[in-house]
């Protein structure tokens, strides 16, 4: 147990390192780099709290918890921000893309701020692509704030395309008077309700301007959903000209390339979902910081393993179909029969009366035995 509880101490230390060097050797893998040159790679940025009972645990505060996971707006936890890297591959149909959760960081109340985190690990990520590869940063309407907003201002490969708060000022572009001096900054403000709805899916009404906000110097693209009943709905911001964008879905047109690439940054939602649900995240009882991180980079590390096997290792298509957690099972069951035909083929070696080596009764290929399990 102490060997465990050390090894962790020692992966929180060398954290940085270690989530760098798993990036790279992913980047390595050909079935990443296929579509990489035509479809962006996206940062998708979010945060989760866990809640912990006591008050033993490093840096474990009471937090503000907005969507009411436990009932209570203030609860005793951990926040934990995550930056996850979603690569396109082909799908049977159309292009899809796969999410890793590569960095997570545990946000100290008194430290760095959760914007300043996300910041560094989107510049610790961008280390290991090339400067030519189009980025997109993604996230939800609490992240479009100076520190991130100032590292897509920084990078020319780097866009950004995120769910942004109503009350965002909204300008139209300057008009030009011809007028000697220096020309107005913005045009006329206007409101989220202003923007026309001019094509519907027949749920949401959709619209979309070109328009100048506080958050860019340059002018953006504001996208604005709602349902019918609705009077303001949601406001989505793209730097990117939907025109520009490599269609995910071959049939999706226009301003809905914009919605459907922010609905990737629901992939790193689910995976909050699952490592709480299936991977045992909430239940860790390390209390020191950096044997939580070390928990967390293996928890993610083991994530991300059991979502490429199948795509880079035949042996592995049965699990095509299953989800992280049925993935998960079959894998570790695999691991403890290697261990016991390991130990039992070893000590038949050794016995007097020599017998058929035990591990020959085991002969099934490895790929047979993944298929058994969903027989």
Known sequence: MNTYYHTLSVIGEKLGILELK??????????????????????LIDDTLQPKYGKKFAHVKVLHDHALHTGKAYVNAHDFVTLGIAFPIQGKKQVEYIMFPFFMRMYIPGGKSKLNLAEEMATAALMAFKPSQHIIVECDSWYPKKELLDFVKLH?????IANIRKDNALFELPEKTGKRGRPRKYGKQFSCTDIATSDNDGTYEV???????????L??????????????????????????????????????????????????ETYFYEIKTFWSFGSYQVRSYEEIEGMNFLINFTYGLVKILPLID??????MPQGTS????????VILEEQIFHTLGSKSQKAKNKRPNIRGLFRMPLKKRIENYFL
């Open 314 to 319: 035949s042996r592995f298509s049965a699990l």
């Open 207 to 217: 619209g979309m301007t070109y328009c100048l906000t506080h958050l860019f110097s």
């Open 22 to 43: 798993v990036l790279q050797s992913l980047l390595e893998i050909d079935l990443f780099q296929e579509l990489s040159s035509q479809y962006p790679v996206l940062f």
């Open 326 to 333: 049925a993935r998960k099972n079959v894998l570790s069951r």
């Open 219 to 268: 002018p953006v693209y504001v996208v604005r959903t709602k349902k019918s009943d609705q009077e303001g709905g949601r406001l989505f911001i793209s730097t990117i000209d939907p025109v520009k964008l490599q269609a995910i879905t071959p049939e999706t047109q226009g301003m809905w390339r914009i919605l459907e690439y922010y609905e990737q940054r629901w992939k790193i």
């Open 156 to 160: 020319q490969n780097v866009d950004f």
